[in-house]
């Protein structure tokens, strides 16, 4: 069974700092994607990143990026200059190759502080 | 292009009762998957159709079934609620049922069910 844990419930961050929010999976499957979605109040989900298993090369999108560690089951989310609209619910999720039901974390709320 | 769309938004219901959601995906889109959002328990995967059948299935009671349409439309149904059922539910929908490369699960806004 795949499980997804993110071990911090709330973080803060000033506006235009950088904050990091932690993800760790276990599996004994090699093949899968790891992502972070974004859920902001009362808004839909979004999907922010998105990590292949098998690219040893961290996934990047403008002020998003990961950090991968593959043998330590590591999928952390850096947001650089943080901004007002980063105000969200932030869910770590992995799906297995050729699946379709995404297991996902419990959540990070994430606060950006004028 | 619309975005994925549920009906209704929001819902009270009683226990004993049942209730459909619908879920209408991104144009062209075939597969739909469901969840269901509490604080308790998080995101739990239900079930996904691609092309009106169903490919997956969560570990949810029997009470939770769906099904598909033709049109890709998909509707949830919850018989006998329980109070434990008071969730936000999510379907998301994408292209061919397999995210991989550009293919995306495209979230809804959810479906606010109260079950008193």
């Known amino acids: 069974a795949q499980t997804v844990t993110q071990s911090q419930p709330e973080m803060s961050v000033q506006e235009a700092e950088t904050v990091t929010l932690s993800c760790t999976y276990d599996?004994?499957?090699?093949?899968?994607?790891l992502f972070w979605y974004k859920q902001p109040p009362s808004r839909q989900m979004i999907l922010v990143i998105r990590?292949?298993?098998?690219?040893?090369q961290n996934a990047t999108e403008n002020r998003f990026s990961v950090n991968f560690q593959k043998a330590a089951k590591s999928f952390s989310l850096k947001i650089s200059d943080s901004q007002l609209g980063d105000t969200a619910m932030y869910f770590c999720?992995?799906?297995?190759?050729?699946?379709?039901?995404?297991?996902f974390g419990t959540g990070t709320r994430l606060t950006v502080i004028p | 292009k619309a975005g994925v769309t549920q009906t209704p938004r929001y819902l009270i219901k009683t226990r004993g009762q049942q209730v459909t959601l619908s879920c209408s995906p991104i144009?062209?889109?075939?597969?739909v998957s469901w969840y269901q959002q509490t604080p308790g328990q998080g995101l739990q995967f239900l079930f996904e159709?691609?092309?009106?059948?169903?490919?997956n299935k969560g570990n949810f009671p029997g009470r939770f079934s769906g099904r598909q349409f033709s049109n890709s439309r998909s509707e949830m149904n919850v018989s006998t609620l329980e109070l434990g059922d008071s969730a936000l539910y999510l379907c998301?929908?994408?292209?061919?049922?397999?995210?991989?490369?550009?293919?995306?699960?495209?979230f809804g806004p959810g479906t606010r069910l109260t079950v008193l």
């Open positions: 998301a929908s994408s292209l061919l049922g397999s995210i991989l490369g550009d293919n995306e699960q495209f």
């Open positions: 599996t004994s499957e090699s093949n899968y994607y």
């Open positions: 990590q292949e298993a098998y690219k040893q």
């Open positions: 999720a992995f799906l297995l190759t050729g699946a379709n039901n995404l297991f």
């Open positions: 144009s062209g889109h075939r597969s």
């Open positions: 159709y691609f092309s009106e059948t169903q490919r």
